[in-house]
């Protein structure tokens, strides 16, 4: 059965940093992309960013401040955000792509979810 676990998330003051994990287990994942997404209060889940074995890809409200990163070895993908800002507060979401290739950006390409982490910044 293939589970996956987010942690990291928590209370922070704008500005602050804070590294999300997500452990991935009951299969292999080094050959898919994996990604996390965010979904604010009322609004629709959006991409944040997504890692594959060539590459990383990330939305621009991030870019430059957060970074994707994974350990095949522990089956684990990382987002590190820095800078946080009030607008990052949401639930924050790790999945795994349908495809070996791409760096998908829907939500529609990505069969295996977490349950999600909260991430609340304050200003």
């Known amino acids: 059965q293939v589970q996956l676990v987010e942690s990291g998330g928590g209370l922070v003051q704008a500005g602050e940093s804070l590294r999300l994990s997500c452990a991935a287990s009951?299969?292999?994942?080094?050959?898919?992309?994996m990604g996390w997404f965010r979904q604010a209060p009322g609004k629709e889940r959006e991409f944040v960013a997504a890692i594959n074995y060539s590459g990383s890809r990330y939305a621009d409200s991030v870019k430059g401040r957060f970074t994707i990163s994974r350990d095949n070895a522990k089956n684990t993908v990382y987002l590190q955000m820095n800078s946080l800002k009030p607008e990052d507060t949401a639930d924050y979401y790790c999945a795994v792509a349908r495809a070996r290739w791409g760096l998908p950006t829907s939500n529609l390409e990505y069969e295996y979810w977490g349950q999600g982490t909260q991430v609340t910044v304050s200003s």
């Open positions: 009951g299969r292999t994942f080094s050959n898919y992309a």
